[in-house]
T-cell receptor
Framework: DAGVIQSPRHEVTEMGQEVTLRCKPI?????LFWYRQTMMRGLELLIY????????DSGMPEDRFSAKMPNASFSTLKIQPSEPRDSAVYFC??????????FGQGTRLTVV | KQEVTQIPAALSVPEGENLVLNCSFT??????LQWFRQDPGKGLTSLLL?????REQTSGRLNASLDKSSGRSTLYIAASQPGDSATYLC???????????FGTGTRLKVLA
């Protein structure tokens, strides 16, 4: 397996624009996580899914953020409208229940 | 609420030294504890996963231990090499949930 695949790797957008980040988990994994990493706050869990169902979205900072998992092989994290303070590296990770978590390479988002 | 702390925040050692990285968590009720490595600008690479019923795990020059009663885990790196230079993160999964709670990491530099 190629591991967790995220796209794009880098995204630069203007404030107010919609941003969509994409993730393909490892085949067979039933948990998927979205994290955000900043220098100030470290790694923060935004939301996680089990069998495509959102389980805990308490880390989603605002209503501007939304995440979907339409099937077992694809998830999106959308920010609409984007703001400069959303600039961060966004990671997707997947795992089996109580198993080892594997992370993607991340998407570096810059909102100007 | 589970909190994870890593001390020291940064560490610089000469090549060849054996070293210990520390991870503390406030709630001993955890499923797993996982250690990761992060190189600058990269994603997280899984190093070792210790399940709650285990006391330690080993992989090559790495050994991780878990003491749930004291809320501590340590990552031992034997015979350190410049290639070990990276940020090391630990993450605990509290029982009853599946949210990986990350520490802020230890930034390690091994000098040649």
């Amino acid at each position: 397996d190629a591991g967790v695949i995220q796209s794009p790797r880098h995204e630069v957008t203007e404030m107010g624009q919609e941003v969509t980040l994409r993730c393909k988990p490892i085949s067979g994994h039933d948990y998927l996580f979205w994290y955000r990493q900043t220098m100030m706050r470290g790694l923060e869990l935004l939301i996680y899914f089990n069998n495509n169902v959102p389980i805990d979205d308490s880390g989603m900072p605002e209503d501007r953020f939304s995440a979907k998992m339409p099937n077992a092989s694809f998830s999106t994290l959308k920010i609409q409208p984007s703001e400069p303070r959303d600039s961060a590296v966004y990671f997707c990770a997947s795992s089996l229940v109580r198993g080892e978590a594997f992370f993607g390479q991340g998407t570096r988002l810059t909102v100007v | 609420k589970q909190e994870v702390t890593q001390i020291p925040a940064a560490l610089s050692v000469p090549e060849g030294e054996n070293l210990v990285l520390n991870c503390s968590f406030t709630d001993s009720a955890i499923y797993n504890l996982q250690w990761f490595r992060q190189d600058p600008g990269k994603g997280l690479t899984s190093l070792l996963l210790i399940q709650s019923s285990q006391r330690e795990q080993t992989s090559g020059r790495l050994n991780a231990s878990l003491d749930k009663s004291s809320g501590r885990s340590t990552l031992y790196i034997a015979a350190s090499q410049p290639g070990d230079s990276a940020t090391y993160l630990c993450a605990a999964i509290p029982s009853g949930t599946y949210k990986y709670i990350f520490g802020t990491g230890t930034r390690l530099k091994v000098l040649a």
